[in-house]
Nanobody, 119 residues
Framework: QVQLVESGGGLVQPGGSLRLSCAASGSIFSINAMGWFRQAPGKEREFVADIRWSNGITYYADSVKGRFTISRDNAKSTVYLSMNSLKPEDAAVYYC????????????WGQGTQVTVSS
């Protein structure tokens, strides 16, 4: 079992920045990758970014490339999502997820943290 706890959401003005954190606990040795997803009201959940736990390779959705950065601190078992130049369309509940070694899907999810972008 892996437990994920997100933090760092809040209200920010367009053009502003936020950093989300996701702390993992439990069987973290089995994690292969961690990612961030988001879901806006009335929309499906969508991929934002992920990072390979072992080598730090990252992937981003086209909509956030150049604005968002995913990073990890292995010692703290924590993954971060630094979000810059935020737009109103970035507003959503952001979820952290963990994918286990050998899995093709994300196996564990956090409870989500709200990001609101509004003036």
């Amino acid at each position: 079992q892996v437990q994920l706890v997100e933090s760092g959401g809040g209200l920010v003005q367009p053009g502003g920045s936020l950093r989300l954190s996701c702390a993992a606990s439990g069987s973290i040795f089995s994690i292969n990758a961690m990612g961030w997803f988001r879901q806006a009201p009335g929309k499906e959940r969508e991929f934002v970014a992920d990072i390979r736990w072992s080598n730090g390779i990252t992937y981003y959705a086209d909509s956030v490339k150049g604005r968002f950065t995913i990073s990890r601190d292995n010692a703290k078992s924590t993954v971060y999502l630094s979000m810059n130049s935020l737009k109103p369309e970035d507003a959503a509940v952001y979820y952290c997820a963990a994918r286990l070694a050998g899995s093709a899907v994300y196996d564990y999810w956090g409870q989500g943290t709200q990001v609101t972008v509004s003036s």
